[in-house]
């Protein structure tokens, strides 16, 4: 649901009471929206441990293949402009 900031001050623990029973509540500003109330858990799982990119290149499927990566030498195709 969507409260406006003073209808949010009004009704905070039924906004909570709704975030905590997993559905995150929206809080409007002027007709925009300013903030979402979510329980503390969904809060931390959203916020959960990222690998760095280091990391993810290190733990990469690709690790250890022998890739070609050896550019081609072929001499680029005529291209007329303008015709």
Do not use: C, F
């Not at 649901?1 to 029973?21: F, G, Q, T």
């Not at 109330?37 to 990222?50: C, D, M, T, Y």
């Amino acid at each position: 649901m969507i409260y406006s900031v003073k209808d949010a001050k009004d009704n905070l623990s039924e906004i909570i009471r709704l975030a905590e029973s997993g559905r995150p509540q929206i809080i409007k500003r002027h007709d925009t929206e300013v903030a979402v109330v979510v329980s503390i858990n969904e809060w931390k799982r959203s916020r959960g441990k990222r690998k760095t990119l280091v990391e993810v290149l290190r733990t990469s499927p690709l690790v250890g293949l022998d890739l070609d990566l050896e550019r081609q030498s072929d001499l680029p195709r005529d291209i007329k402009l303008g015709e």
